[in-house]
């Protein structure tokens, strides 16, 4: 009976994730290159666009960032510093940020987006479509450029295979478990 509860469990995980709504985020890869600073990770975005513009494209909120910054003082990224104006602009630590991602072909305005590493707060903002600034005080100024692509997401046919591999599995625990119960009868 346990089995069948777990088979029942899987079956209806499964289904939940295969048949889950729309995102309400998307996931962006991101890569700034300067002479003596590299920082690559991901940020996710609101599907929702915020109402601000750069030139003709529409901003969404930036919701969270990872990755490293390589270079001296950097680090792993271990956060965002939200913004209590979102989308509108905020200053903290003497940075003015808004924390909006635009699309090509600038993807952060001159306000950017405020991040930290252990112990050291970064600004990343674009002067332009092919100039963009890393500051952290006492750390470094930098310029460089900026690529932004869309992360990889699962097609549909990778989501069909997990749900009949779990099913499978699902359906091997029950055979045995049925045989078990009839060789000890």
């Given at each position: 009976?346990?089995?069948?509860?777990?088979?029942?469990?899987?079956?209806?995980?499964?289904?939940?994730?295969?048949?889950?709504?729309?995102?309400?985020?998307?996931?962006?890869?991101?890569?700034?290159?300067?002479?003596?600073?590299?920082?690559?990770?991901?940020?996710?975005?609101?599907?929702?666009?915020?109402?601000?513009?750069?030139?003709?494209?529409?901003?969404?909120?930036?919701?969270?960032?990872?990755?490293?910054?390589?270079?001296?003082?950097?680090?792993?990224?271990?956060?965002?510093?939200?913004?209590?104006?979102?989308?509108?602009?905020?200053?903290?630590?003497?940075?003015?940020?808004?924390?909006?991602?635009?699309?090509?072909?600038?993807?952060?305005?001159?306000?950017?987006?405020?991040?930290?590493?252990?112990?050291?707060?970064?600004?990343?903002?674009?002067?332009?479509?092919?100039?963009?600034?890393?500051?952290?005080?006492?750390?470094?100024?930098?310029?460089?450029?900026?690529?932004?692509?869309?992360?990889?997401?699962?097609?549909?046919?990778?989501?069909?295979?997990?749900?009949?591999g779990l099913v499978g599995l699902g359906f091997v625990a029950h055979r045995q478990s049925r045989s078990r119960a009839l060789s000890a009868a």
């Open positions: 009976m346990a089995q069948c509860r777990i088979l029942i469990a899987s079956l209806v995980a499964s289904a939940m994730a295969f048949f889950a709504g729309p995102s309400q985020a998307a996931t962006f890869n991101y890569d700034f290159a300067s002479g003596s600073y590299n920082v690559i990770g991901q940020i996710r975005v609101s599907n929702t666009p915020d109402g601000i513009f750069l030139g003709a494209v529409q901003g969404s909120d930036i919701l969270a960032i990872t990755g490293v910054v390589s270079g001296p003082g950097g680090g792993p990224i271990t956060g965002l510093l939200l913004n209590p104006n979102q989308p509108n602009p905020n200053v903290a630590y003497g940075f003015l940020y808004d924390n909006v991602r635009f699309g090509p072909p600038q993807y952060l305005d001159t306000n950017g987006v405020l991040f930290t590493t252990p112990g050291i707060v970064w600004n990343l903002w674009g002067n332009g479509p092919t100039d963009y600034e890393l500051y952290a005080y006492g750390v470094t100024d930098s310029h460089g450029t900026l690529t932004d692509s869309p992360a990889p997401t699962p097609l549909p046919s990778t989501w069909t295979m997990l749900l009949i």
